[in-house]
């Protein structure tokens, strides 16, 4: 017998009850404004979160992100970004992988209000692996984008594609004496530009 | 370091004598204890979440059969294959043939404790494939030549002197001159160490906190992003975890990543939560080409029916350990086993056997701190009593415990003998507490040798009682 069947055989031979499905689960609701609750949610988890009126603010934005992050104004941004259109102004634009010590631009489809978390399923024209490769991460999502609860976005993206990526903050690490240090393997800076219209 | 669940009571006691471990036990209570009572008052009804935790997880453990053949039949769907292993040397031979067949010399690993279960990494290395830790615990922990002592904080035990120390002696190549004295200092050294280590792995070794049936996807939880950067920067992406992982679909996950971070770290929500199905999708310029799923049994399975069922419920959260006084004295490493604490206590007598493991379950004051933590209701105090109950009826237990336990029955069966001996030992004790407890009795002083027992206030329970009313 092979390995496969002998352990679904013995699953059903010692089994003696089965126990109903469960009821769905209905977590507690966001009360009041979704985009005001992911700010809040998401600043706690130490990203930093700026509200832009439009995506016209964008490029500036950018460029005083990372002045004020001491960083070189260099950004690295998907060829085929839906953000590859924006003329950045002064910042430059690469469209190779960032390193460890790199900023990225990058598009959010969808956040989540309940937790402050940016929603990043796998599509062509953005790779799963640009949200862990730089030092520095900036996210730009619509506040349109922004849902209740992982339920919505699961049901908004009906089949899952290869990678979805639920990102809540800058990388950490909690395993040198339970202190908590940014920037373990991810990025080490989070902001999350939310542009409201 | 070889791991010997038969030594625990002389791990254990040097454990109790090691001055090292005492600062890091002390942070069980004042971080992760503390964070979780925050995150569990800040979510509200955090019951009705672990109810509906529980609910799940009693489904998947009494569905397992199907849901796991959903489960293959969703990864090959999206072109993954999945893999069974009976026993951790099938484990251990599935992975090597993927491994060979993907010509891999290097493998980069993301945390995962069923790999820790059957000793991939010395297996590997044993066969010319070179594993590489990724967390920064479990990298810390390999480079001493460790084993993790706490489940979700492998290098628990350890000071930042000492991790400065290892990294001192084993990152010969960068300069011996350059200060480690601050923990970020370390964070950033290991970063930069590791990133050359993914970009040049041949394959990915990641474990899975939940695997989704419906959709064929197996969902990690980390703060670090090692485990994103262990799937998708190699050509190949193994996940190996334990066949109870599974739960009918991400609807399921998203009650259980709720509950999972808070009971763990305090946190509303890992950093990251990682959905990972299958290979990377048409057009998609990164992610693995290929992806391979290896569901290890190693006596999971056998614990089905039994009295100990319900741990199989468990999600490895850790609230368990990092609530018990057992744990927060002797530590992980005494327990000689890749689970420690109450689950180790729950599930290692379950999987290695009782004649292996049966301190584990004796390792316990039943004080049920364990239970009331557990984010999925497991009854783990029953559980470990059902365990030596079992070495009780199979003669296992040492003799001196089985006489004892026959002398004590023998007295609770007759109430008039049982009062007068009761009134005279606490009179006994009572002469012979030292500021609140004893801590020692003139006879043999095995018991006392690490414990103190607290002085009694006066008469018994029973004789109070009677002058009550």
Redesign the interface.
């Given at each position: 017998m092979s390995g496969r069947e002998q352990i679904l055989a013995e699953i059903r031979a010692r089994r003696l009850a089965q126990a109903p499905k469960p009821q769905r689960y209905s977590a507690p609701k966001i009360e009041g404004d979704l985009v005001e609750a992911f700010a809040k949610r998401l600043s706690a988890q130490h990203a930093e979160v700026r509200i832009l009126n439009s995506m016209a603010e964008v490029p500036e934005a950018v460029a005083d992100v990372l002045r004020a992050r001491n960083m070189a104004a260099r950004i690295h941004l998907p060829s085929d970004s839906p953000l590859a259109s924006l003329a950045l102004g002064g910042v430059e634009v690469r469209g190779e992988p960032p390193s460890a010590f790199d900023a990225a631009l990058t598009v959010a489809p969808f956040a989540i209000a309940e937790t402050g978390t940016l929603a990043y399923p796998a599509r062509k024209v953005e790779p799963a692996s640009w949200h862990f490769r730089p030092l520095l991460e900036i996210a730009v999502l619509r506040a349109s984008d922004i849902v209740g609860e992982l339920e919505e976005v699961l049901a908004k993206l009906g089949t899952l594609p290869s990678t979805l990526n639920l990102v809540s903050g800058p990388s950490r690490t909690g395993d040198i004496e339970q202190t908590m240090e940014l920037g373990a393997h991810g990025p080490k800076a989070l902001t999350v530009l939310v542009v409201k219209e | 370091m070889t791991l010997d669940p038969k030594a625990f009571p002389q791990a254990a006691r040097s454990a109790l004598n090691d001055p090292l471990l005492r600062p890091?036990l002390g942070?069980l209570k004042t971080?992760?204890g503390a964070g979780r009572a925050m995150a569990v008052q800040r979510?509200?009804?955090f019951e009705?979440?672990r109810d509906?935790g529980k609910?799940?997880r009693?489904?998947a453990?009494?569905?397992?059969?199907e849901l796991?053949?959903t489960f293959e039949q969703a990864v090959n769907a999206?072109g993954g294959t999945v893999?069974?292993?009976?026993d951790a040397a099938?484990a251990r031979r599935l992975i090597l043939g993927i491994l060979q067949d993907a010509g891999a010399k290097t493998v980069t690993k993301g945390k995962s404790m069923v790999t820790e279960e059957i000793a991939l990494n010395p297996f590997l290395e044993a066969n010319g494939i070179e594993p590489v830790e990724?967390?920064?615990?479990e990298y810390?922990i390999q480079l001493r030549g460790e084993p993790p002592s706490h489940i979700i904080?492998?290098?628990?035990h350890?000071?930042?002197e000492q991790?400065a120390e290892t990294f001192f002696a084993r990152h010969t190549a960068l300069d011996p001159k350059r200060s480690l004295e601050e923990?970020?200092a370390?964070?950033?050294e290991?970063?930069?160490v590791?990133?050359q280590r993914?970009e040049a792995a041949d394959a990915g070794i990641t474990g899975a906190n939940f695997l989704s049936a419906k959709?064929g996807?197996a969902v990690i939880v980390t703060?670090?992003?090692?485990g994103?950067?262990t799937?998708?920067?190699p050509k190949t992406h193994i996940v190996v975890t334990g066949?109870e992982k599974v739960v009918?679909d991400?609807?399921?996950v998203?009650?259980l990543?709720?509950l999972l971070p808070r009971s763990a770290?305090g946190?509303?929500?890992?950093?990251?939560?990682?959905?990972?199905?299958?290979?990377?999708?048409?057009?998609?310029?990164?992610?693995p080409r290929d992806f391979h799923v290896v569901?290890v049994?190693n006596g999971r399975?056998?614990l089905?029916?039994?009295e100990a069922q319900d741990v199989l419920r468990c999600i490895r959260c850790s609230a368990c350990i990092n609530h018990c006084p057992v744990y927060g004295a002797v530590g992980g490493h005494a327990y000689g086993a890749t689970y420690m604490g109450p689950i180790g206590a729950a599930l290692n007598p379950g999987m290695m056997g009782v004649a292996e493991a049966a301190h584990h379950a004796n390792a316990s004051t039943f004080c049920g701190r364990c239970a009331e933590v557990c984010p999925v209701k497991i009854p783990l105090p029953k559980i470990m009593r059902h365990w030596r109950a079992v070495e009780h009826a199979s003669g296992l237990a040492p003799k001196a415990i089985t006489r004892g336990l026959a002398l004590w029955a023998f007295a609770a069966k007759r109430p008039a003998l049982y009062r007068f001996g009761a009134s005279i030992a606490a009179r006994l004790l009572r002469m012979m507490g030292r500021g609140g407890a004893v801590r020692a009795v003139p006879v043999k002083n095995g018991w006392f040798a690490v414990r103190d027992f607290p002085v009694p206030e006066g008469k018994t329970f029973m004789a109070q009682w009677k002058a009550r009313r």
């Open positions: - | 890091a942070r971080h992760f979510y509200g009804d009705s979440l509906a609910a799940i009693d489904y453990v009494t569905h397992l059969d796991l053949v999206r893999h069974w292993a009976r099938e990724t967390d920064l615990g810390i904080a492998p290098a628990f350890l000071s930042k991790v923990r970020n370390l964070v950033q290991a970063r930069a590791l990133r993914f959709e996807a703060n670090e992003g090692n994103d950067l799937r998708l920067l066949i009918a991400m609807n399921d998203a009650v990543v709720r770290t946190q509303p929500i890992s950093t990251y939560v990682s959905v990972m199905a299958g290979r990377r999708g048409e057009g998609e310029s990164d992610g569901l049994d399975s056998k089905i029916g039994t």
